[in-house]
């Protein structure tokens, strides 16, 4: 080896080589395991299924005292104890195709701004990213929440609008129930929604939805 | 207080088709009820809300006066009776009305004291929660007991014609916006300015006032202003696990081996260049 190594033209082929092989392992950690994620990955933490949360009884609601302010506040920011999350709130619009916005931040939520205000009539939409390229974001946890969960939402004066978690579902995104999730409510209610499921290269996107259901307790 | 459940006014819609969407998850085993009260001339009740056999209310509404209608109350599916006793009255005392509803899951229901004091009645009326996408949904009420029969217009167009007591319209889709709401009775008439909003469901009400009619309005459901498309692109695969073939190690194996044969071609050409390994 030595020996071979000794002479020159033996020395350079060992440099081109060794240089080739750093290329194609480089080349290798970057596009197949390492940055970039592939193929069909193993889906995350199961979603249980929904169970409505009790009635609490009995409820003795007083006509004849004035009732809770008829025109919410915008929303500011949003806390769920549960699964540690703490964020302030985006605006979220429509894009081009007419899909909900996504927080250009994948560390914050948004409020699909065209939705119902939390605590209004309704159902109000946030969203949040499960990850970025990187690593967890926002909502990472969000699968994990059960029925029975409180989800607090802090508005423009201060006031907060207080939701308990009714069911946590994971829908297929080409069989995404749009009217359930966004359609119209008698009450008022609030839809978190983020990504699960498997995870398609082909498509840089998660193959499911996340959505949390919960309806005003306050 | 002599017990009167007017089942004839309880115009339960038999309409199943009404629900154009699914219902959300949550509603698939619950409904919803609110309570109001429409009688003119009968006294403040307290609303008793009982599960069907179960003596203990399950919610109770108090001061319910006239015109109040209380928001909505998810409860489970199932067989509920409704009581409406005079404000202040024992929760044990006869109810001076009475009713009971089949909740069925996703519905939603309206159940209010209607007529006059020496007729009252109870009627149930099934709301609607599901809209006609980029539309506003109104129905019209009639409750008046000073007009025996009025008609309610939008602008130009008819919503309902000669309802008489406890009549109603089904829901009619109308453009989103401001309207104009006209109802005309007997003797009285009366104008109100609406806003109803794409996407919302509203039930407009006719009810005496002193010396005149007027037009209440009860939200019986809201969407958004605009219906998103589908689902939400919320993550990049960060947390994915790597996907089988994936594994960087033979990757790992061949950037180090790489790294020793050029440091040690490198070392060996320096050695040469500088005499040290002698060139056969």
Same mark, same amino acid.
């Given at each position: 080896?030595?020996?071979?190594?000794?002479?020159?033209? &033996? #020395?350079?082929?060992? /440099? =081109?080589?060794? +240089?080739? @092989? %750093?290329? *194609?392992?480089?080349?290798? $950690?970057? !596009?197949?395991?390492?940055?970039?994620?592939?193929?069909?990955?193993?889906?995350?933490?199961?979603?249980?299924?929904?169970?409505?949360?009790?009635?609490?009884?009995?409820?003795?609601?007083?006509?004849?005292?004035?009732?809770?302010?008829? &025109? #919410?506040?915008?929303? /500011? =920011?949003?806390? +769920?104890? @549960? %699964?540690? *999350?703490?964020?302030?709130? $985006?605006? !979220?619009?429509?894009?081009?195709?007419?899909?909900?916005?996504?927080?250009?931040?994948?560390?914050?939520?948004?409020?699909?701004?065209?939705?119902?205000?939390?605590?209004?009539?309704?159902?109000?939409?946030?969203?949040?990213?499960?990850?970025?390229?990187?690593?967890?974001?926002?909502?990472?946890?969000?699968?994990?929440?059960?029925?029975?969960?409180? $989800?607090?939402?802090?508005?423009?004066?201060?006031?907060?609008?207080?939701?308990?978690?009714?069911?946590?579902?994971?829908?297929?995104?080409?069989?995404?129930?749009?009217?359930?999730?966004?359609?119209?409510?008698?009450?008022?209610?609030?839809?978190?929604?983020?990504?699960?499921?498997?995870?398609?290269?082909?498509?840089?996107?998660?193959?499911?939805?996340?959505? $949390?259901?919960?309806?005003?307790?306050? | 207080?002599?017990?009167?459940?007017?089942?004839?006014?309880?115009?339960?819609?038999?309409?199943?088709?009404?629900?154009?969407?699914?219902?959300?998850?949550?509603?698939?085993?619950?409904?919803?009820?609110?309570?109001?009260?429409?009688?003119?001339?009968?006294?403040?009740?307290?609303?008793?809300?009982?599960?069907?056999?179960?003596?203990?209310?399950?919610?109770?509404?108090?001061?319910?006066?006239?015109?109040?209608?209380?928001?909505?109350?998810?409860?489970?599916?199932?067989?509920?009776?409704?009581?409406?006793?005079?404000?202040?009255?024992?929760?044990?005392?006869?109810?001076?009305?009475?009713?009971?509803?089949?909740?069925?899951?996703?519905?939603?229901?309206?159940?209010?004291?209607?007529?006059?004091?020496?007729?009252?009645?109870?009627?149930?009326?099934?709301?609607?929660?599901?809209?006609?996408?980029?539309?506003?949904?109104?129905?019209?009420?009639?409750?008046?007991?000073?007009?025996?029969?009025?008609?309610?217009?939008?602008?130009?167009?008819?919503?309902?014609?000669?309802?008489?007591?406890?009549?109603?319209?089904?829901?009619?889709?109308?453009?989103?916006?401001?309207?104009?709401?006209?109802?005309?009775?007997?003797?009285?008439?009366?104008?109100?300015?609406?806003?109803?909003?794409?996407?919302?469901?509203?039930?407009?009400?006719?009810?005496?006032?002193?010396?005149?009619?007027?037009?209440?309005?009860?939200?019986?459901?809201?969407?958004?202003?605009?219906?998103?498309?589908?689902?939400?692109?919320?993550?990049?695969?960060?947390?994915?696990?790597?996907?089988?073939?994936?594994?960087?190690?033979?990757?790992?194996?061949?950037?180090?081996?790489?790294?020793?044969?050029?440091?040690?071609?490198?070392?060996?050409?320096?050695?040469?260049?500088?005499?040290?390994?002698?060139?056969?």
């Amino acid at each position: 080896m030595i020996g071979r190594l000794a002479s020159r033209p &033996a #020395a350079i082929a060992a /440099v =081109a080589t060794g +240089i080739t @092989a %750093i290329a *194609v392992g480089a080349a290798g $950690v970057i !596009l197949g395991g390492g940055i970039l994620r592939g193929g069909v990955a193993t889906p995350p933490p199961a979603v249980g299924p929904g169970r409505p949360a009790d009635i609490p009884v009995p409820t003795v609601t007083d006509l004849a005292s004035p009732s809770a302010a008829r &025109a #919410a506040p915008l929303p /500011v =920011a949003l806390r +769920i104890p @549960a %699964i540690g *999350v703490n964020t302030r709130l $985006v605006d !979220l619009g429509l894009t081009p195709a007419g899909t909900i916005e996504v927080p250009a931040d994948p560390a914050v939520a948004g409020w699909y701004t065209r939705s119902p205000r939390p605590g209004a009539i309704g159902s109000s939409i946030i969203l949040g990213h499960v990850d970025s390229l990187y690593g967890s974001a926002v909502f990472y946890r969000l699968s994990h929440l059960h029925p029975g969960a409180r $989800v607090y939402i802090r508005r423009a004066d201060r006031s907060l609008a207080v939701f308990r978690v009714d069911a946590v579902r994971m829908y297929d995104k080409s069989r995404f129930p749009t009217t359930a999730v966004y359609g119209p409510t008698p009450d008022a209610e609030l839809r978190l929604v983020t990504c699960g499921g498997s995870f398609a290269q082909t498509l840089k996107s998660y193959l499911s939805n996340i959505v $949390v259901y919960a309806t005003a307790v306050s | 207080m002599k017990l009167r459940t007017a089942l004839a006014l309880v115009p339960l819609s038999l309409a199943v088709g009404l629900l154009l969407g699914a219902p959300s998850a949550a509603a698939q085993s619950t409904g919803w009820i609110r309570w109001g009260n429409w009688s003119p001339s009968a006294p403040e009740f307290d609303i008793y809300l009982y599960s069907f056999g179960d003596p203990h209310a399950e919610t109770v509404i108090k001061h319910v006066r006239y015109g109040d209608v209380s928001s909505y109350t998810a409860v489970p599916t199932g067989q509920y009776t409704i009581a409406m006793r005079n404000t202040g009255a024992a929760a044990t005392a006869p109810p001076t009305l009475s009713a009971s509803v089949q909740v069925t899951p996703g519905t939603a229901y309206t159940i209010v004291s209607m007529g006059p004091a020496s007729h009252l009645g109870v009627q149930v009326l099934k709301d609607k929660m599901s809209s006609l996408r980029g539309q506003a949904l109104v129905r019209v009420v009639q409750e008046s007991l000073q007009q025996h029969s009025v008609t309610v217009t939008d602008g130009t167009r008819a919503l309902g014609g000669h309802l008489l007591l406890g009549g109603h319209t089904g829901y009619l889709p109308v453009s989103p916006g401001q309207h104009t709401i006209h109802g005309a009775g007997n003797s009285k008439s009366t104008t109100e300015r609406v806003s109803l909003p794409a996407n919302t469901i509203h039930t407009l009400v006719l009810l005496d006032e002193s010396g005149g009619l007027r037009i209440d309005t009860l939200e019986d459901a809201a969407g958004s202003q605009t219906m998103p498309a589908g689902a939400a692109a919320t993550g990049f695969g960060g947390t994915a696990p790597p996907a089988p073939g994936s594994d960087p190690m033979p990757w790992l194996v061949s950037l180090a081996g790489g790294g020793l044969l050029t440091t040690a071609g490198v070392i060996r050409l320096r050695r040469i260049r500088s005499g040290t390994v002698r060139v056969r």
